[in-house]
């Protein structure tokens, strides 16, 4: 679907006769316009999906689901970079773009940077008889990170050749600028295979921090001592946590592969007791620091996790008429109990 | 900023039972407010979710002002937390609340594409949730940024179409071979068909059988 507002410099909530005809959209859209949102109906459907559209694009655009397989190329206009912004402030038809182009290319200074920054990309043009891409300029291997979730490592700069490996959203990965091409990058697996990767899945920079502002912009909360973060089994033992006064915890309950069973907050200096644990093998993680993200999991400022490499036993007994479940008391202190670092990625 | 949602979720224990709820609701509110069968539809399923009616309200009033952050707050958790069982649990129920009304919005029908890439649910399986739910394939979604779905739409049974709305009716391009024009006219034909319909409710035959025509309609325009 198109966006008639952003396509014709509308705003949603000045739209008549006059605006549209005097608008910069091209004759399609213009008449579309005409059709559409002069019409009370028409445009109140229409303005139902636009919203709708608009919200999706937002989430798709922030968890790398763009490229997926029910997205549609049509669905661009519904991309904005800043949602909010362009719904205050419509996207600039021909006109004025021209004009603001004109004034720009006016200026002795913006003329001299243009031309000096095309040199290299020219350069790197003749060299690769291919469109020069400014952040793969050659003997570049700054580090880079994975922007989407789920990006395929190829065997091959082609989408049909055999995946090798999957890379998760913010992934560091080591970049070898010699043998990428085009808009494959090839990267270095941790088992020193290398494959191909699009270089529109990957950014500058360190995952790390770049996950830290994406959490911090879907929010932060402090959530009660004892709240459960993530749904699991559930029992009848018991685990007492006490964490010292200082900085409050995310506590983790994982099973010997790694699956998340119990996950809740201890603010600090308080003491809490969860009597659901399931029976079973679990090892304790978990990590002090400030600002919680619910959409992370994580906290955004000050993380340091730590795990207990001993794992504890839940059983939940029965002789007889008598039940007996289990009891464990961690305090979350380093040198209790052998807690070793890990990294913020792996809690 | 906190979005409104992350508020809410700070007050309570079950964050992903009360996203689930939020999820649900979007795809329920799509096509405006939510009208009596898809209230009770919703009813029926909250009383499982923790928090879901009792912060139902001021959901519905998140989705209304349309706070951005909010959909993505929601949509990570879920996408996080939902175990592989859970997601189609979730997608049976984002279906069910998409068509209690017997109607797919074209904008609830956005949202379970989004739905579907967001829990990797493919559209395959989506599709067959949805045939099991309502007994026709998954439409694809309706443009209402376009002249021609409007005229489409407003056509007047036995009014002729035209070739280029006979084709978007049949959902081909313009380039379509005949062998194109007749697969697409048998799939389309069999999914209206009205003997498939004579045992639903009398708004969802009606628009059976509304389709049905229309269907035929295209064909014969096009087989000319």
Known sequence: ?347 | MNSKLADLLARSEHQVDICVAFALLWIAAADGALDQDTRAYMGRHFEALSGGLEYSDQLLAIIAANDLSSFLVACRILQRELREEEKYFFMDLAIGAATANHHLATSANHILRLYSDLLEVSLEQVGVLYREKTGSDLPEPGDPGSVLWWEIREHVPGQRFSRAEAYAVLGLEKEASLAEIKKAYRRLAQNYHPDRYVSVEAEAREAAEHNFLRVQQAYEVLSE
Not at chain 1, 246 to 266: Q, R, S
């Open chain 1, 1 to 347: 679907m198109k966006d008639l507002y952003r396509r014709n410099n509308l705003r949603p909530r000045e739209t008549n006769r006059v605006k549209i005809h005097n608008c910069d959209g091209n004759e399609a859209d213009k008449d579309a316009a005409f059709t559409i949102l002069l019409n009370q109906d028409k445009k109140a459907e229409y303005d139902r999906v636009h919203a709708t559209l608009s919200a999706i694009g937002y989430v798709r655009r922030h968890l790398g689901l763009v490229g997926k397989s029910n997205w549609r190329k049509r669905y661009g206009d519904f991309l904005a970079t800043n949602v909010d912004a362009d719904r205050s402030e419509p996207r600039r038809g021909p006109k004025q773009a021209k004009k603001v182009v004109v004034e720009a290319l006016l200026s002795w200074p913006v003329v001299g940077l243009v031309l000096l920054s095309l040199v290299p990309l020219a350069y790197f043009s003749l060299l690769h008889g291919e469109r020069g891409d400014a952040t793969f300029l050659p003997d570049d291997d700054r580090p880079m990170y994975v922007t989407s979730s789920n990006v395929q490592v190829h065997a091959a700069p082609d989408p049909q050749a055999p995946s090798m490996a999957t890379l998760n959203e913010f992934q560091d990965v080591e970049v070898d600028s010699e043998q990428s091409t085009g808009r494959w990058a090839y990267v270095r697996l941790d088992d020193a295979r290398g494959g191909y990767v699009l270089k529109q899945n990957l950014a500058r920079g360190s995952g790390e921090p770049a996950q830290t502002a994406k959490c911090r912009e879907y929010g932060v909360w402090r959530p009660e001592s004892g709240q459960h973060l993530a749904t699991g089994r559930t029992g009848s033992n018991t685990l007492i946590v006490v964490n010292p006064p200082g900085l409050d915890a995310l506590v983790k309950l994982k099973d010997h592969e790694g699956n998340t069973e119990v996950f809740f907050y201890v603010r600090g200096g308080e003491t809490v007791t969860v009597d659901a644990i399931p029976d079973g093998r679990f090892q304790l993680q978990y990590a002090i620091g400030e600002n919680y993200s619910p959409a992370c999991g994580r906290f955004v400022d000050n993380m340091q996790a730590k795990l207990d490499p001993e794992f504890m036993t839940f059983a939940n007994t029965s002789q007889g008429l008598t039940r007996q479940t289990s009891t464990a008391t961690r305090t979350l202190k380093s040198g209790a109990f052998n807690f070793s670092a890990i990294s913020n990625r792996t809690f």
